[in-house]
């Protein structure tokens, strides 16, 4: 009787679904982001995003047209919701010290929040394809404007703190930005031995050979 009574549920719970659009979309963006995690995104299809998402076929040519554009806006959120993340970990308030800015970004980067299995798999599935989607490459970079010019206007305020030569500050935001994707590289690769912590450590020393004295 649970079970018949449970079963009830699940349809009329779908049946509400169906009615609303946004919940549709983001039952698909949600079932291809998962699928991409588990299985990769060459054997993402449509017919295993319908299965894990419950909706059909029409409900993709509906809502995104196909396929690519399906790949291309769960790529966006993904993004958006990486970004989003972000900016929630590292907002330290107007008095916060360009040095605490800087290994806050570090620091979210490196976070389980933002650095975990599922993400990593994700990034690394849509970077694979970028190449040859220009949709997903749109949103698949880690050079975010956004996310540059913080460090950027951070690099360049403690320069003028402590007298450095202000072209110091790109050469700074490029190399902690090529050592973050690294780690997310090293991290893919071997998940059981990375160390969190030797991985801000390293990023640290790096940056305290840019600024002796400041990291």
Known sequence: MESLKNDKTLKERKRGVRRDPEANRQLLIKATLDTIA???ITDTSVSRICERSGLSRGMIHLHFGGKDKLLTEAAQQFSAEYYAEMDRMTDLGLHSSPEDRIMAVVGADLSEVLLNPRSTKIWHAFRGIASSHPGIARYSSTQDHKLVDTLLEAFRELGEQNGYDPDLAEDATSGTLALLEGM??????????FSREGAGALIRRFLGGLYPGCF
């Open 184 to 193: 997310w590289v090293n991290y893919l690769t071997d998940m059981q031995s």
């Open 38 to 40: 588990d299985i990769g």
